[in-house]
């Protein structure tokens, strides 16, 4: 029992660091470490998150059948939901009764060396560019040009993705110490915020900037909060013009412009939309139909319409009911309210512009915060802000 506990933990590291393989064997490697959860977990509870999640998970196979057959990114998508909800629920089963303090120091280890190989390929984009480009992109199209194929080796050679990636697992990297140590590494924030500045994406640093900021607000007492809230002021011009590009952000050619517009068709075509949803991966034929402009992708860029574009009320509602019961099972079980707070904010910033709602980072993310959340409370006024 011992060694087959010491092959889960394994097998959850190596989850963590197969989803940035450009060999997609992550698929697999969540299979395999599911089964060993599965044989390690004594206990099976039926959680209302994991109803819902069922419930979810069932109407999607549902609306996938009735629209056999089945082009090959809608069986690629089809099979990635049933694999990720399965790794999803295997491991928090697996990881509710245990003592994972060793487990979270080997998730620390794999973390540092995700990001220092992250690091490592954002460099290699950039000398491949000619360094042109380090201090940001002007548009959305230049920071997409960076990601060569040529020059990929770990991650994503997709702005949006790897930039979503950078900012929930450099969050969690941030997250580590503040469960292990007590403390506020400051040295980590700046790695991650760098990261997400090396990628040209904005995803990623608004999605950071929001945890960090809240982390940072939580923490802080009075005197701190009024120095905070003047360097935001001042920073938000900055921000705006630098980080947002708000003078670009309603151009056709602007990933924000691109979803302002999508959202758009959205809303003004809703009675388009059957409240039984329009079939899997239906964001492209929608988006093609109705949208001013459409550029090809297969979804809407926002989870929660995604769900409800795809598969109506019933897919949405127990979407929202999954995070919600997820979020409330986490306080419950560990009394650690702020915590979950701090820990949703990037993730619900990142799923209101960008995810299908299935993705393997969204899965692992909330596995990884379950992880951290079971260490122990955390009074966040009370944290060591200390370098180190």
Known sequence: ??????????????????????????????????????????????????????????YAVAVFL?????????????????INFTFLYTAVMWL????????????????????????????????????RWLGGAATSA????????????????????????????????V?????????????????????AWLSLSRTPMVALLMGVGFLVWLAANT????????LVTLALPVVALRVIRIENITASNDGMGVRLTYWKAFFEHFSAISPLGNGFMSGGDFLSRYAAFYHGEPHIHNTFLSCYLDFGVVGLLSYALFLYHYFRFGVEKYRNRSFWWIAFVPLLAIMMILYSGYDNDIVLYLALVFLLGSAGPVRVRKLNGRIG
């Open 1 to 58: 029992m011992r060694n087959r506990s010491g092959w889960c933990e394994v097998l959850f590291c190596l989850a963590l660091l197969a989803v940035f393989l450009p060999v997609k064997i992550y698929p697999l490697v969540f299979l395999v470490a599911s089964a060993f959860f599965a044989l390690d977990t004594k206990i099976w509870t039926p959680y209302r998150w994991a109803i819902y999640l069922t419930v979810f998970a069932g």
């Open 66 to 82: 009735i629209g056999l057959p089945a082009e090959q990114p809608e069986l690629t998508n089809f099979l990635k939901l049933l």
């Open 96 to 131: 509710t009764p245990r003592n994972n303090v060793r487990l979270l120091g080997w998730v620390d280890v794999a973390l540092h060396i995700a990001l220092a190989l992250t690091l490592l390929q954002l460099l290699i984009y950039h000398q491949a560019a000619g360094f």
């Open 142 to 173: 230049q920071g997409s040009a960076l990601y060569q194929s040529g020059t990929y080796f770990w991650g994503l050679d997709d702005k949006n993705m790897f930039g979503a990636r950078i900012a929930l697992l450099g969050f969690v990297y």
């Open 175 to 195: 997250l580590v110490p503040v469960v292990r140590l007590k403390s506020i590494v400051w040295w980590r924030i700046a790695l991650v915020l760098l990261l």
């Open 223 to 230: 005197r701190w909060r009024v120095v905070l809230g003047a």
